[in-house]
């Protein structure tokens, strides 16, 4: 079993850069896929970008795409996400999820463990 904790998350003007991290605690990723979330209020938990350490492949979102980049961090054991060119509709709580195995599925239910999420607020 993995543990998650999200960090990084807080207000940013719209325009911004923000870089969120997310770190494995019990085992290393080597071994699950591991994925980003966002849920804003009143709406469904989204994908936002994921990636396969086994198959050293990532998949963004469509929405993120050349926005964000999801890589990850062998010596420190973490997934980041870093977000450039912020806007307010990127406002939301970002969740990290994992699942064993090499695939990088886009359904909240393929993943077993999550973190507890991270504020991101964008104002115009």
């Known amino acids: 079993q993995v543990q998650l904790g999200e960090s990084g998350g807080r207000w940013v003007q719209a325009g911004g850069s923000l870089r969120l991290s997310c770190a494995a605690f019990?085992?290393?990723?080597?071994?699950?896929?591991v994925a980003w979330f966002r849920q804003s209020p009143g709406r469904e938990r989204e994908f936002v970008a994921g990636?396969?350490?086994?198959?050293?492949?990532?998949y963004h979102a469509d929405s993120v795409k050349g926005r964000f980049t999801i890589s990850g961090d062998t010596a420190k054991n973490t997934v980041n996400l870093q977000m450039d060119s912020l806007e307010p509709e990127d406002t939301a709580v970002y969740y990290c999820?994992?699942?064993?195995?090499?695939?990088?599925?886009?359904?909240?239910?393929?993943?077993?463990?999550w973190g507890q999420g991270t504020q991101v607020t964008v104002s115009s």
């Open positions: 990636l396969s350490w086994r198959r050293g492949i990532t």
């Open positions: 999820a994992a699942r064993s195995g090499t695939l990088i599925p886009d359904d909240v239910a393929a993943y077993d463990y």
């Open positions: 019990g085992r290393t990723f080597s071994s699950y896929s």
